[in-house]
């Protein structure tokens, strides 16, 4: 079985650690290479002189100890949670914004999933991890990602993943590879959930509903359609709370999608802001 390789980005918060802990939790069953992730930046004062070069080196200096040190912590304490054998860690500190620390490491170390923190949005200050979450979801189309509420506590068990879907296009295998690997690992059933009206479906529509249920053949999985609350994230959030073994909800994400375009609602972006349950966003290569 390969590894799966898997970015925790942190800024040291709770919140980080939280989503950390939950990494660990979701991928209990499997090999894998994590690497603790700390970008940071040294404030360009936009003054060239010589002086402010000395200053920013030695800032630089100070802030890249300061994250090293920080990070050895942080590994430490994750070593002291985590005794799976099968389990290995890397510490990155990186100079960059977080965006390109993340998009290099994902190409580097051929990351399988970015697993981080959100804040919800009831938070008037955006702060690091809710906005930046968001972020990551948009610009790493290459790489699954996973956002971890804030609040959420794994049980340690995962009984049922929620796939909220227009059918809108066929599915490949490596495009539910990231779900399907999660669903088997934790024996889950799939639920998938078609949010909107069936009677005006589209032969394209019909047959990737069928595409799909021969590629699940394996799991345990079902169908399910629902009405449309006043969005599409407001349906989401209502089936999460009226179903409380659900544990995971995902959606593919494709610029247009069907959603955006019933609805002219951003779906994704609600939802990271307003899912009590982890949000895995899997992109779809164009």
């Not at 390969?2 to 939790?25: G, V």
């Not at 889950?188 to 019909?206: C, M, N, P, R, Y």
């Not at 399910?224 to 999460?240: A, M, P």
């Amino acid at each position: 079985m390969k590894k799966k390789r898997i970015i925790l980005p942190t800024d040291f918060s709770e919140n980080a650690w939280n989503a950390a802990i939950y990494a660990l939790e979701l991928f209990k069953h499997v090999p894998c290479d994590f690497f603790l992730l700390n970008s940071y930046q040294v404030g360009a004062s936009g003054l060239s002189t010589k002086m402010a070069g000395a200053n920013d080196t030695r800032l630089y200096n100070l802030m890249k100890e300061q994250s090293e040190r920080d990070l050895q912590r942080e590994l430490e304490r994750i070593k002291r949670v985590d005794k799976n054998p099968e389990h290995t860690f890397t510490s990155k500190s990186i100079i960059d914004t977080l965006v390109n620390a993340i998009g290099k490491t994902v190409y580097q170390e051929e990351i399988d999933y970015i697993i981080m923190g959100t804040k919800g949005a009831s938070g008037l200050k955006e702060v690091f991890m809710g906005s930046n979450t968001y972020t990551i979801i948009k610009e790493m189309d290459f790489c699954p990602v996973i956002a971890v509420p804030e609040d959420y506590r794994p049980d340690g068990k995962l009984d049922s993943i929620l796939l909220a879907t227009g059918y809108e296009h066929l599915f490949e295998n490596y495009e539910l590879k990231p779900l399907l690997s999660i669903v088997e690992s934790f024996n889950a059933k799939l639920w998938i959930a078609h949010v909107g009206d069936v009677e005006g479906f589209t032969s394209e529509q019909k047959s990737s509903k069928n595409k799909l249920e021969t590629r699940l053949k394996s799991i345990n999985y079902e169908f399910v359609e629902v009405e449309k609350d006043v969005s599409v994230n407001n349906t989401i959030q209502r089936l999460i709370k009226e179903d409380s073994n659900i544990d995971m909800v995902a959606m593919i994400n494709q610029d247009h999608s069907f959603f955006e375009r019933l609805t002219r609602e951003p779906v994704i972006k609600k939802v990271t802001f307003n899912s009590t349950v982890p949000f895995l966003v899997i992109h779809l290569f164009e």
